[in-house]
């Protein structure tokens, strides 16, 4: 029998949940598996499927050592369903059941918003392997290409915690859930992902750094968010989730923090001094600062809309219920209802923007958004502007203001610059590719993709890291390309 930190390996299925207790179960997920391996051989990772990949596959979910590495063909890998240790006596931490013991299975009353939590957050999981598929043709090294499949295996993981939730407790209609996490995908026009930000392109590797530091942030706050939850196999599975969620934004950081190290080494051999001259930057062919300045607009901006509304009714809801909660609740001191309480709120008045006092209940999505934003804040300046301050520029990273190029919430209906000042549509059209990439951005950008594919070496738009993976040495061979 595993128990709470070794994963029964012998099955299909590897697990910590006793799978082979409960035949039932492990029927419905075996039988969910051949649709899942066709899904991933189809928009997983095209043209790798037979590498060798030296990947890390979580074999415990012990704190200290965690993961196995070892070289792997992908769809060999082993996808297992992982469920943090179970905390004793763990009880509800928020909303109208505070104290009570936390839910070891469905509460009746709250089983549709409990599911459809569950399924948006599985919808992203996928969608985020779609996004990517065509990466690996491009890749500036076999390490870039290594973490690149990392991700896409675990997010690829993290859907099977949400199909495992969605199979055992919620019975027929769990079931087809779980097809049509399957059945939906990322851009498609009949069918596409339930999330705008998972709809969208991920056409770069610019782009794919981007999203690990923006988007998969966004992750990592709703996940904590849900690793509060009243109902305790949700937070079990999502405080494992964000082990791996760790290295997912390492990758963003480090990548984007290694395209600038690059930029800046370069102009300072070619004795530039402003690097928004960016034409004799492009000359050098790497990254120039403002289109990195341009690239994070865009992708802050489509991952704050990921929030929803700044006032939400059901965020509200799902807060009584105890089903999600805030980011760190339970180290929040105060009485976890929040009655009476408010919470500041940016709105839209009279043509002007204001801070406003709101019942802190309705404002449960700005806060989590406002979390989020000073976590990314705080990763510019650590992983970003620290690196061109090195570089002895005093040129800076910055994001944008929340109301820039928003299509969700209370800033949809107006345009802003980055600095959060309301333009009329005539100037937004005339100046928006000042502050977000024009297409001849993006072909430029284009234009430096070019696989890397030799051990040791890296695309000459960025710098190599600065230890390897599992510590292996600077040519380590990530990727065996025909395995
Ligand atoms: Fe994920
Ligand atoms: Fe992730």
Known sequence: MPDATNVDYDGLIPNNVGLNADPRLRRALESWHPGYLDWWKARGPEGFQASLVYLRTAVSVDPEGWARFGYVRMPDYRWGILLAPVVADRRIPFGAHTGEPAWQEVPGEYRAMLRRLI????????????QQWRLGHTAPSLYDLRNLFQVNVEEARHLWAMVYLLQKYFGRD????????????????????????????????????????????????????????????????????????????????????????????????????????????????????????????????LTL??????????????????????????????????????????????????????????????????????????????????????????????????????????????????AGNILGADEWQRRRHDFLPSPADDAYVASLMRPVTEPGAFAPWIAPPRAGIDNKPGDFEYVKLQG
């Open 119 to 130: 399924v948006v957050q599985g919808d992203t999981e996928p969608a985020s392997v779609e």
């Open 305 to 418: 809309d990921l929030f929803g509304s700044e006032i939400s009714t059901n965020a509200a809801n799902a807060f009584n219920a105890g089903l999600k909660g805030r980011y760190q609740e339970d180290q929040i001191a105060d009485d976890h209802r929040l009655a009476g309480a408010t919470y500041p709120v940016l709105r839209l008045r009279d043509g002007g923007i204001v801070r406003e006092d709101t019942p802190a209940l309705s404002a449960l999505n700005m806060r989590l958004r406002d979390d989020y934003v000073a976590d990314a804040n705080s990763a510019v300046e650590r992983w970003w502007n620290r690196v061109i301050a090195r570089a002895g520029y005093a040129y800076r990273l910055k994001l944008p203001h929340v109301a820039f190029n928003r299509r969700i919430g209370e800033f949809a209906a107006l345009h802003a610059d980055p």
């Open 174 to 301: 769990g079931r087809e859930e779980a097809e049509d996490l399957l059945r939906r995908r990322s851009g498609d026009r009949d069918s596409p992902r339930l999330l705008g930000a998972f709809n969208e392109a991920t056409p770069d590797w610019l782009a794919f750094f981007m999203f690990t530091f923006f988007t998969d942030r966004d992750g990592k706050m709703q996940l904590h968010a849900l690793a509060q939850s009243g109902f305790d196999p949700l937070s079990r599975t999502c405080r494992f989730m964000l082990t791996e969620e760790a290295h997912h934004m390492f990758i963003g950081q480090s990548g984007i923090g290694r395209i600038i190290e690059r930029t800046c080494a370069a102009m300072r051999e070619a004795g530039i001094d402003d690097p928004a001259d960016v034409e004799r930057v492009r000359a050098l062919r790497v990254i120039d600062l403002p289109t990195i300045q341009k690239r994070a607009n865009l992708h802050f901006s």
